[in-house]
């Protein structure tokens, strides 16, 4: 087994299990920071695919600026509550229902996934092709902000929105 082999099973394993604690830990804070090591081995699984520009901006700006947003949220709306047992023993969530739900929707990404996965056999062409098509920051810019400009702006939409909506959440009422 080559090096380049080793590296891609550490990264992909610190994913992984980043990921995997990022849904199993009680504390949010913590998911936070779970979610910021999934971060960094993706980033490193971005090195060994040769694309160092964005392993760099996976760092920058997601570990970085989105991750500092996602904590100031999580701290924002996990106000001490006096009442935060009887709150999370009626918490819609844990209803048996929500919970069946939550089981169908994770078979069903799962099945998506391994359907995904059984018709990717013939794109590692395609993968260098395209690798080489964009291969200087300058051109992947003029790709990104031209061609992928209108998903730039919905997802800045959407992290503004979520932003609001968290403040809302988490604002004081007088009941």
């Known amino acids: 087994m080559d090096s380049n082999a080793i590296l891609f ?4 394993a610190v994913s992984v299990i980043g990921s995997l604690l990022v849904v199993s830990q009680k504390n949010p804070v913590y998911s936070v920071l779970a979610l910021i090591g999934a971060f960094f081995g993706l980033s490193g699984l971005y090195v060994l695919l040769e694309a160092p520009f964005v392993a760099v901006v996976q760092i920058i700006i997601y570990a970085g600026a989105i991750m500092v947003l996602f904590l100031f949220t999580v701290m924002l709306l996990n106000v001490p509550r006096e009442d935060a047992a009887e709150w ?7 209803r048996p229902m929500a919970v069946r739900i939550g089981a169908v929707l994770a078979l069903l990404l799962a099945l998506e996934l391994g359907w995904a996965l059984s018709r990717t056999t013939g794109l590692s062409g395609a993968i260098g092709e395209e690798r ?22 919905v997802t800045s939409i959407l992290i503004i929105v979520s932003m609001v909506g968290a403040v809302v959440l988490a604002r004081k009422r007088d009941d």
């Open 88 to 94: 999370d023993r009626s918490h819609p969530l844990y």
């Open 9 to 12: 099973y550490a990264f992909a």
């Open 132 to 153: 080489a098509a964009v291969s200087s920051v300058a051109e992947l810019g003029k790709v990104l902000f031209t061609d992928y400009m209108f998903a730039f702006e």
